[in-house]
């Protein structure tokens, strides 16, 4: 069925503007400069602003007009950096797993957890929590779905003035990541706007039935008819493999389901191998298998495992990129038809599918989403995450009342009955069949994650002292650049210097708007964070230079939500020369400068998601010495998950942790001193006070270690 025209009220969006060259070379100077030394940025600046680059890169510059020209003709609702950006993500090669995909983790339901739903008596047994939750999310995530699908979905806006563009939905639901076929250079995405079934996934075992009608209306219109589909798969696994063990007198793991989803965690052409011997013959199994799972219109993992009060961590990592538990101990069966290592492995890692979107739910209800990036970015997954978990609340509220405001569009259907014609409401099982080949490509796949998980850590900062309104109110800071700011306070207590540091700001203010590059650490962060080292400034210049920060963090900030920054430019020129005049023309010297080299090299990788739903958010470094940081700020607490592959991630935490804890020391103290007359007349009591005071952050920050001298130019 034809999407329906988006409606004709919706004003047209600006095109995303492309800078003015001049403005973006001199952005890009001042976004390097805190990071090199003097002698470093006057070579950058000499090679920047040489005629040969100048001219080279006017070139680059005025085809990249003519392209974005042309392009709004052909595809109005375009950006000149959407293709070169799809293609940055669909060239990419590496395992998709803790490189590109990030996950949300959504608060508890309050409402399910208050009931007793924790015993063996319970509706579901030991499922109750996991099927209740679940059913109440698919039922949220359809009528989303079906919003979309009928342009009923309330417009994006800022502050309810500036609409937003809402272009990325269309690629939310029924889009799935395909590896390169043989003679493809990269991989593609896929969308199927047709989609109306979900997969379920469920100790590997893969089940699928339809869950809308040909009008885009659910199903099932209410969520305990969810629930026994649901909890239907789960006795249809558990009674199919008790009768196989118990008929073959297999103790352990014998006939397991075959874990296919492995393979989205492979390499792109390692993936594009296994999937290209599937795909010669179309009317096989497999085939048909993989057809139903990539038009599906999201993944549903119901994973048979909890988590304990203090497991945050293991939790972060399970929704990130699953667990693996290889347990050595298992006995393993001369006669098994499975792989050794898949008979040893036990942890959530078999029951995903990463190149679609995911909602995740424990068998003790925590819930999130790990999605396929290429088509979406965060705001929007946000937006999906915090629609669903607020309409799944309310309907414990409708229950008691029908007054209950619906956030989704109340129309009701003009039919009083609902065609299931040829619709499978009932789960089917999805059965695989396997050969040397597969078995033991599943083999290295499981291998190969097991080793990729193995290599990470990831830990959970939820500080509740304080969060944006204290940040507001007392300390007179935007809370975003207050704790990008943090991040740099606590990085450089532990190394001693400033590194690259990404956070994107979101662009969809205009049409296809994706995202822009906010570098954070500027001269007045580098001024700001070594004060804190410096003995002798006192806290009120301290609060002078933060302040100065975080003002120009919200500058550029929004420079970049206005298009206006300078990463998206320069990669778009650099990819119009390797499309249009490589061979041809030489490449801009400023794309050979170690500048260049040090900006792309982001050591700290962070991004904000912050809203009342979620209860964390995160995804992996982006480089191997790096950082990942997603951090959620409410108005009383912030909640920051760290990631690295073994980079002292607990350390670094914890001193984001004393960052907060001193910098509203330091405001407490300041707040104590009368602040009439120049700071440079303090009394020698003041002086004193200070003095005992710096010296007390100094060892609370770095630990006990006595502090180091700075140079605060350099």
Same mark, same amino acid.
């Given at each position: 069925?034809?999407?329906?025209?988006?409606?004709?009220? #919706?004003?047209?969006?600006?095109?995303?503007?492309?800078?003015?060259?001049?403005?973006?070379?001199?952005?890009?100077?001042?976004?390097?400069?805190?990071?090199?030394?003097?002698?470093?940025?006057?070579?950058?600046?000499?090679?920047?602003?040489?005629?040969?680059?100048?001219?080279?890169?006017?070139?680059?510059?005025?085809?990249?007009?003519?392209?974005?020209?042309?392009?709004?003709?052909?595809?109005?609702?375009?950006?000149?950096?959407?293709?070169?950006?799809?293609?940055?993500?669909?060239?990419?090669?590496?395992?998709?797993?803790? /490189?590109?995909n990030p996950f949300f983790k959504l608060e508890d339901?309050?409402?399910?957890?208050?009931?007793?739903?924790?015993?063996?008596?319970?509706?579901?047994?030991?499922?109750?929590?996991?099927?209740?939750?679940?059913?109440?999310?698919?039922?949220?995530?359809?009528?989303? #779905? @079906?919003?979309?699908?009928?342009?009923?979905?309330?417009?994006?806006?800022?502050?309810?003035?500036?609409?937003?563009?809402?272009?990325?939905?269309? @690629?939310?639901?029924?889009?799935?990541?395909?590896?390169?076929?043989?003679?493809?250079?990269?991989?593609?995405?896929?969308?199927?706007p047709t989609s109306h079934h979900v997969i379920i996934?469920?100790?590997?075992?893969?089940?699928?039935?339809?869950?809308?009608?040909?009008?885009?209306?659910?199903?099932?219109?209410?969520?305990?008819?969810?629930?026994?589909?649901?909890?239907? !798969?789960?006795?249809?696994?558990?009674?199919?493999?008790?009768?196989?063990?118990?008929?073959?007198?297999?103790?352990?793991?014998? /006939?397991?389901?075959?874990?296919?989803?492995?393979?989205?965690?492979?390499?792109?052409?390692?993936?594009?191998?296994?999937?290209?011997?599937?795909?010669?013959?179309?009317?096989?199994?497999?085939?048909?298998?993989?057809?139903?799972?990539?038009?599906?219109?999201?993944?549903?993992?119901?994973?048979?495992?909890?988590?304990?009060?203090?497991?945050?961590?293991?939790?972060? *990592?399970? $929704?990130?990129?699953?667990?693996?538990?290889?347990?050595?101990?298992?006995?393993?069966?001369?006669?098994?038809?499975?792989?050794?290592?898949?008979?040893?492995?036990?942890?959530?890692?078999?029951?995903?599918?990463?190149?679609k979107l995911q909602l995740i739910v424990t068998k003790?209800?925590?819930?999130?989403?790990?999605?396929?990036?290429?088509?979406?970015?965060?705001?929007?997954?946000?937006?999906?995450?915090?629609?669903?978990?607020?309409?799944?609340?309310?309907?414990?509220?409708?229950?008691?009342?029908?007054?209950?405001?619906?956030?989704?569009?109340?129309?009701?259907?003009?039919?009083?009955?609902?065609?299931?014609?040829?619709?499978?409401?009932?789960?089917?099982?999805?059965?695989?069949?396997?050969?040397?080949?597969?078995?033991?490509?599943?083999?290295?796949?499981?291998?190969?994650?097991?080793?990729?998980?193995?290599?990470?850590?990831? #830990?959970?900062?939820?500080?509740?002292?304080?969060?944006?309104?204290?940040?507001?109110?007392?300390?007179?800071?935007?809370?975003?650049?207050?704790?990008?700011?943090?991040?740099?306070?606590?990085?450089?207590?532990?190394?001693? @210097?400033?590194?690259?540091?990404?956070?994107?700001?979101?662009?969809?203010?205009?049409? /296809?708007?994706?995202?822009?590059?906010?570098?954070?650490?500027?001269?007045?962060? @580098?001024?700001?964070?070594?004060?804190?080292?410096?003995?002798?400034?006192?806290?009120?210049?301290?609060?002078?230079?933060?302040?100065?920060?975080?003002?120009?963090?919200?500058?550029?900030?929004?420079?970049?939500? $206005?298009?206006?920054?300078?990463?998206?430019?320069?990669?778009?020129?650099?990819?119009?020369?390797?499309?249009?005049?490589?061979?041809?023309?030489?490449?801009?010297?400023?794309?050979?400068?170690?500048?260049?080299? !040090?900006?792309?090299?982001?050591?700290?990788?962070?991004?904000?998601?912050?809203?009342?739903?979620?209860?964390?958010?995160?995804?992996?470094?982006?480089?191997?010495?790096?950082?990942? !940081?997603?951090?959620?700020?409410?108005?009383?607490?912030?909640?920051?998950?760290?990631?690295? *592959?073994?980079?002292?991630?607990?350390?670094?935490?914890?001193?984001?942790? *004393?960052?907060?804890?001193?910098?509203?020391?330091?405001?407490?103290?300041?707040?104590?001193?009368?602040?009439?007359?120049?700071?440079? *007349?303090?009394?020698?009591?003041?002086?004193?006070?200070?003095?005992?005071?710096?010296?007390?952050?100094?060892?609370?920050?770095?630990?006990?270690?006595?502090?180091?001298?700075?140079?605060?130019?350099?």
């Amino acid at each position: 069925m034809a999407l329906k025209a988006q409606t004709q009220d #919706v004003p047209a969006m600006k095109r995303l503007p492309i800078p003015p060259l001049k403005d973006t070379l001199q952005r890009f100077l001042d976004r390097v400069e805190p990071l090199q030394d003097a002698l470093q940025n006057e070579r950058t600046r000499s090679t920047v602003l040489s005629p040969t680059n100048l001219k080279l890169m006017e070139t680059l510059h005025n085809k990249l007009l003519e392209y974005d020209s042309q392009i709004a003709k052909e595809t109005p609702h375009s950006s000149y950096i959407e293709q070169f950006w799809y293609d940055s993500y669909l060239t990419y090669d590496a395992s998709v797993v803790l /490189n590109v995909n990030p996950f949300f983790k959504l608060e508890d339901d309050p409402i399910i957890n208050n009931h007793t739903f924790h015993s063996e008596s319970a509706p579901y047994g030991e499922h109750t929590l996991q099927i209740k939750r679940c059913a109440k999310l698919v039922t949220s995530m359809l009528k989303f #779905v @079906k919003s979309i699908r009928c342009r009923t979905l309330k417009p994006d806006t800022i502050h309810g003035e500036i609409q937003l563009s809402m272009d990325q939905y269309d @690629k939310l639901f029924g889009s799935s990541r395909i590896p390169p076929s043989t003679g493809q250079e990269s991989c593609h995405l896929q969308t199927d706007p047709t989609s109306h079934h979900v997969i379920i996934v469920y100790k590997s075992q893969f089940y699928w039935f339809d869950v809308l009608d040909i009008d885009n209306s659910p199903i099932f219109s209410t969520s305990v008819e969810l629930e026994w589909n649901l909890y239907s !798969i789960i006795n249809d696994y558990e009674e199919a493999y008790k009768h196989h063990r118990r008929h073959h007198n297999h103790p352990q793991n014998d /006939n397991k389901p075959f874990p296919f989803g492995l393979f989205t965690t492979e390499s792109r052409r390692s993936w594009a191998k296994v999937r290209d011997y599937i795909s010669k013959d179309p009317e096989s199994t497999n085939c048909r298998n993989l057809k139903l799972i990539e038009s599906a219109l999201f993944v549903i993992c119901l994973d048979d495992v909890s988590f304990e009060e203090g497991q945050e961590d293991e939790l972060v *990592k399970s $929704m990130l990129c699953g667990t693996s538990n290889v347990d050595l101990s298992s006995k393993l069966l001369h006669n098994s038809s499975m792989p050794i290592t898949l008979s040893l492995q036990h942890g959530t890692c078999l029951n995903r599918w990463y190149d679609k979107l995911q909602l995740i739910v424990t068998k003790d209800g925590k819930a999130g989403i790990n999605f396929e990036h290429t088509g979406v970015d965060g705001h929007t997954v946000l937006r999906l995450a915090s629609d669903i978990y607020t309409d799944s609340i309310l309907s414990f509220a409708r229950g008691v009342t029908p007054n209950v405001l619906d956030i989704f569009d109340d129309t009701k259907d003009s039919s009083l009955f609902k065609s299931t014609a040829n619709l499978i409401t009932i789960p089917r099982r999805l059965e695989w069949t396997v050969d040397n080949f597969l078995l033991s490509s599943l083999h290295f796949a499981e291998t190969r994650i097991s080793d990729l998980i193995s290599q990470y850590e990831f #830990v959970t900062l939820n500080f509740g002292k304080y969060g944006a309104r204290h940040i507001k109110s007392v300390f007179k800071c935007s809370p975003d650049a207050f704790t990008q700011q943090i991040f740099q306070i606590a990085y450089y207590a532990l190394y001693g @210097k400033l590194e690259t540091t990404y956070e994107p700001a979101m662009t969809k203010a205009f049409q /296809n708007g994706r995202t822009e590059a906010i570098r954070t650490v500027t001269p007045q962060c @580098k001024m700001f964070v070594k004060s804190l080292f410096d003995k002798t400034l006192t806290d009120r210049r301290r609060i002078e230079l933060l302040h100065q920060s975080c003002k120009e963090h919200s500058r550029i900030t929004k420079e970049c939500s $206005m298009g206006l920054g300078q990463d998206r430019h320069l990669y778009a020129m650099y990819c119009v020369w390797n499309e249009w005049f490589k061979g041809i023309l030489p490449l801009p010297p400023l794309y050979h400068d170690n500048s260049w080299s !040090i900006l792309n090299t982001n050591i700290l990788s962070t991004s904000n998601c912050g809203n009342p739903c979620l209860k964390s958010f995160g995804f992996g470094p982006v480089t191997a010495n790096g950082f990942g !940081i997603g951090y959620v700020i409410r108005e009383e607490s912030i909640s920051i998950v760290v990631s690295s *592959k073994h980079r002292q991630t607990h350390r670094f935490a914890s001193l984001m942790e *004393k960052a907060l804890l001193v910098m509203d020391r330091i405001f407490q103290k300041e707040s104590r001193i009368p602040s009439d007359g120049p700071i440079s *007349k303090q009394s020698p009591d003041e002086s004193a006070h200070h003095s005992q005071h710096q010296a007390e952050a100094l060892d609370f920050l770095l630990s006990g270690y006595g502090c180091f001298d700075v140079n605060v130019s350099g």
